[in-house]
T-cell receptor, first 117, second 113 residues
Framework: KAGVTQTPRYLIKTRGQQVTLSCSPI?????VSWYQQTPGQGLQFLFE???????NKGNFPGRFSGRQFSNSRSEMNVSTLELGDSALYLC????????????????FGPGTRLTVL | QKEVEQNSGPLSVPEGAIASLNCTYS??????FFWYRQYSGKSPELIMF????GDKEDGRFTAQLNKASQYVSLLIRDSQPSDSATYLC?????????????FGGGTRVLVKP
């Protein structure tokens, strides 16, 4: 079974621009979560989408947004980029079963490395 | 106090020895616990998950969970140089709050031949 895929893998943008990142989950997974990883803050949760609805949101400004399509693919958007947005953005997918162990196990994609100049 | 705490390391272990990694968490509502391995420049890779108190073994890895003490650990037996990586502990409240993994800062492990 193919893993989580993310595109693009690398991006260079300048301050003030906006960016859209894409994530395709593992086949059959309906939950997609986004995380930001930086050397200073580590891995931080951005938001989770399930059945095209945002179910959870982390402590990030409104410049960070996302959406999920009917095929479970997800996009996240960052507007008005700042230097501090330079990070590895990771997408993770899961079944999100509510019964049994492992139902919320998340599998990560390779990430998109965003550099803001 | 951080929600999930790990010793940053590096934890240096000789090849063939046991590496012991620890993680504490503050949210008593946490229901599921995960260990991920992350090589430099790569994304996190799931090692194992544990939901119930006690031990869970998978190959050379053993996870231990003690919810009363809010403590989860990972043992790596017969450590190999390829185990050199950063190990991330993550917790999730799941049924109460959906999928929202909270990560520790990670422990860097160095296995010396």
């Amino acid at each position: 079974k193919a893993g989580v895929t993310q595109t693009p893998r690398y991006l260079i943008k300048t301050r003030g621009q906006q960016v859209t990142l894409s994530c395709s989950p593992i086949s059959g997974h309906r939950s997609v979560s986004w995380y930001q990883q930086t050397p200073g803050q580590g891995l931080q949760f951005l938001f989770e989408y399930f059945s095209e609805t945002q179910r959870n949101k982390g402590n990030f400004p409104g410049r960070f947004s996302g959406r999920q399509f009917s095929n479970s693919r997800s996009e996240m958007n960052v507007s008005t980029l700042e230097l501090g947005d330079s990070a590895l953005y990771l997408c993770a997918s899961s079944y999100r079963r509510t019964s049994g162990d492992g139902g919320d196990t998340q599998y990560f994609g390779p990430g998109t490395r965003l550099t803001v100049l | 106090q951080k929600e999930v705490e790990q010793n940053s390391g590096p934890l240096s272990v000789p090849e063939g020895a046991i590496a012991s990694l620890n993680c504490t968490y503050s949210d008593r509502g946490s229901q599921s616990f995960f260990w991920y391995r992350q090589y430099s420049g790569k994304s996190p890779e799931l090692i194992m998950f544990i939901y119930s108190n006690g031990d869970k073994e998978d190959g050379r890895f053993t996870a231990q969970l003690n919810k009363a003490s809010q403590y989860v650990s990972l043992l790596i037996r017969d450590s190999q140089p390829s185990d050199s990586a950063t190990y991330l502990c993550a917790v999730n409240r799941f049924k109460a709050a959906g999928n929202k993994l909270t990560f520790g800062g990670g422990t860097r492990v160095l296995v010396k031949p």
